[in-house]
Nanobody, 120 residues
Framework: QVQLVESGGGLVQPGGSLRLSCAAS????????MSWYRQAPGNKRELVAT??????????HYPDSVKGRFTISRDSAKNTAYLQMNSLKPEDTAVYYC???????????WGQGTQVTVSS
């Protein structure tokens, strides 16, 4: 049974930082691309960061809205993906979701989401 469990969300002031974690179980972590998405009320879910599987070179991708502020990483020993978020802005407020997608296939799994609120 595949399970992704996010943690690390919360309330932070503008300019602050948070680190989200996504603990994966039930999958061979090394053959999954890991991504973080977010969804604010009334908005579509959007991609904020992707890190490829080890066999794909662990390459990363970010949209312009978070480039230079967010960093995605993965720890194969812990089956965990991370999202370091710095210089947070009120517009970063959203529910953040972890996604695992198998290399070369269509199977994917989602976590339950963790709330991030950026407000003074």
């Amino acid at each position: 049974q595949v399970q992704l469990v996010e943690s690390g969300g919360g309330l932070v002031q503008p300019g602050g930082s948070l680190r989200l974690s996504c603990a994966a179980s039930g999958i061979i972590f090394s053959i999954y691309h890991m991504s973080w998405y977010r969804q604010a009320p009334g908005n579509k879910r959007e991609l904020v960061a992707t890190i490829a599987a080890m066999a794909s070179g662990n390459t990363t991708h970010y949209p312009d809205s978070v480039k230079g502020r967010f960093t995605i990483s993965r720890d194969s020993a812990k089956n965990t993906a991370y999202l370091q978020m710095n210089s947070l802005k009120p517009e970063d407020t959203a529910v953040y979701y972890c996604n695992a997608r198998i290399v070369g296939g269509s199977f994917e799994s989602w976590g339950q989401g963790t709330q991030v609120t950026v407000s003074s």
